[in-house]
């Protein structure tokens, strides 16, 4: 008999994880360690098909939906969504996991939706939309014929940040910052792009003239021009003295891409010690914003419809209006 778990109690058998990397590992000796991948749900979906698993699929309950909907549907998501659904749909399991999906109604999602709103009205939001998600997936895959229990389950009211970082206040947390957090400010705010796509920027993407994005969330493909300020931060970055020059932009003293965590770190500190309290995330909306131009500032942040640019800007400046005479 194997040895009982310490921990990833979820996981299911001869699925192992060594540091950031899943295995599966033969149940028989000599204990053979096969490398699956680095990626959670890419691994269970190699997992299965090494162990020719199929669920029970005529019990129809919530947890034989969501282990295919994790095998099948997260390998497609990008890598940040797969890392908060998977907190979102632990959440979800605790309370319907033994429920046949059938069985699940409006009331049941609604009493969900009070209690974990008291803790955490947002998260409860996202919670309620992987579940939807997840139900219409079984209503596609034949687990179920009946309407989406979330469907007139109204979720809570979410206020969207509003923050307008000024020119001041920006300049202040720069004269306190590390050089490399200097470095992702001027770049997210000459560039537009969420933190995320500043800290991945690498020197290959420089090419032609210009920085070539392709931004996490949406897989918007952007080449940006270099010049005029943003053509100064890029040298100012290239020109830098470094003891290993690695493939970032953005990089920290090992040569190593400038993590995310560090970024935040680092930003922290400054942001205290100058008495200011924006996010780093809000530079974005200050780069959309002070573009003055809405068709500049949608193709810069890479939105899809005016609409959203222009809901963007409004939320942090209002709407400009002309006086009564």
């Known amino acids: 008999m194997g040895r009982r778990r310490e921990s990833n109690f979820d996981d299911p058998p001869r699925f192992h994880r060594k540091g950031n990397v899943w295995y599966h590992v033969s149940g028989t000796s000599p204990r053979i360690w096969s490398k699956l991948s680095s990626d959670r749900a890419e691994a269970l979906r190699l997992w299965a098909q090494r162990e020719g698993v199929k669920e029970d699929e005529s019990t129809r309950l919530f947890s034989v ?127 537009g792009q969420r933190p995320a796509d500043v800290l991945k920027l690498k020197r290959a993407d420089i090419r032609d003239g210009a920085l070539w994005v392709v931004q996490n969330k949406t897989a918007a493909r952007l080449a940006i021009e270099i010049t005029g300020e943003l053509a100064l931060v890029i040298a100012r970055i290239l020109e830098r003295p470094k003891k290993i020059t690695g493939l970032y932009l953005i990089q920290d003293e090992l040569g190593g891409p400038l993590r995310k965590d560090a970024l935040r770190s680092r930003f922290d500190k400054a942001r205290t010690s100058a008495g200011v309290s924006f996010q780093f995330r809000d530079i974005r909306a200050k780069a959309a914003t002070d573009t003055g131009d809405l068709a500049h500032s949608q193709s810069l942040l890479g939105h899809k419809t005016r609409d959203m640019t222009e809901h963007y800007i409004k939320a942090r400046m209002g709407a400009r209006v002309r006086p009564l005479r």
Not at 76 to 103: Q, S
């Open 65 to 191: 939906v969501a282990k295919r909907y994790v095998r099948e549907v997260f390998p497609t998501k990008a890598v940040g969504t797969r890392r908060d659904n998977d907190k979102e749909l632990a959440n979800l399991l605790k309370v319907f996991a033994h429920m046949p999906i059938d069985a699940i109604q409006p009331m049941h999602i609604r009493g969900y939706m009070d209690i974990r709103g008291q803790v955490a009205k947002v998260r409860a939001n996202r919670e309620k939309a992987l579940f939807s998600h997840v139900y219409n997936k079984a209503r596609e895959w034949g687990f179920t014929a009946l309407q989406n229990p979330c469907q007139g389950v109204k979720g809570f009211k979410e206020t969207g940040r509003s923050r307008y970082v000024t020119d001041a206040e920006f300049a202040k947390v720069k004269a306190h910052a590390h050089f490399t957090v200097v470095d992702a400010m001027d770049l997210a705010l000459l560039t």
